[in-house]
């Protein structure tokens, strides 16, 4: 199932080194020595729970259904115009931010205003196919991957701690 969710997220653009670099982006402040490859597998970890798999799985469907004109009206233009009042995508992406805790939550609400790496890129090619609920989801495995790394670390191994 998880390699299915990379080929999916893969199709719509979206590799797990690119969202490893959003996490490396929101990590390397607070955590000593911290690689790509830190994140690449904290991302990976995030990839292997079910919940993050159906929150992934139910979204792209709909971004897929809404570009190709297959969801039911006016849930279709809803969709496809990523209208300000539909806050669905944000709430399916919980599911997945969830599973960390409070910092994957507000780590979440971070990206959703920064639009730090791919997230932007995504946000900005919406004439090219549907990305409402691909964007979110996105962001939310950044955060939760992230929240992953934090709950990881030692209390000294973080870059700000006065005993370290
Ligand atoms: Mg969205």
């Known amino acids: 199932m998880e390699k299915l ?3 999916k997220l893969l199709e719509r653009g979206v590799s797990v080194e690119k969202i490893a670099e959003i996490v490396y982006l929101l990590q390397e402040r607070y955590i000593k020595r911290l690689t790509i490859n830190d994140c690449r597998e904290a991302v990976k970890a995030v990839l292997k729970k079910r919940e993050v798999q159906h929150a992934v799985l139910t979204g792209l469907a709909l971004d897929v259904l809404a570009e190709k004109n297959m969801l039911p009206h006016p849930l279709v233009d809803i969709v496809k115009n990523d209208e300000g009042l539909y806050g669905i995508d ?11 805790g ?4 507000t780590n ?12 932007g890129r995504l946000n900005n090619e ?14 939310a495995i950044a955060a939760a991957a992230s929240a992953k790394l934090a709950h990881s670390q030692k209390v ?8 370290g």
């Not at 409070?102 to 939550?105: D, E, R, T």
């Not at 979440?108 to 997230?119: N, R």
């Open 90 to 100: 944000e709430v399916l992406a919980f599911a997945i931010t969830n599973v960390y």
């Open 156 to 163: 000294t191994d973080y870059v700000d701690d006065q005993s």
């Open 5 to 7: 969710v990379e080929k």
């Open 102 to 105: 409070s910092i994957g939550l």
């Open 126 to 139: 919406k004439n090219k196919q549907v990305n409402t609920f691909l964007d979110d989801l996105i962001a």
């Open 108 to 119: 979440f609400g971070y990206l959703d205003k920064t639009k730090l790496g791919i997230i």
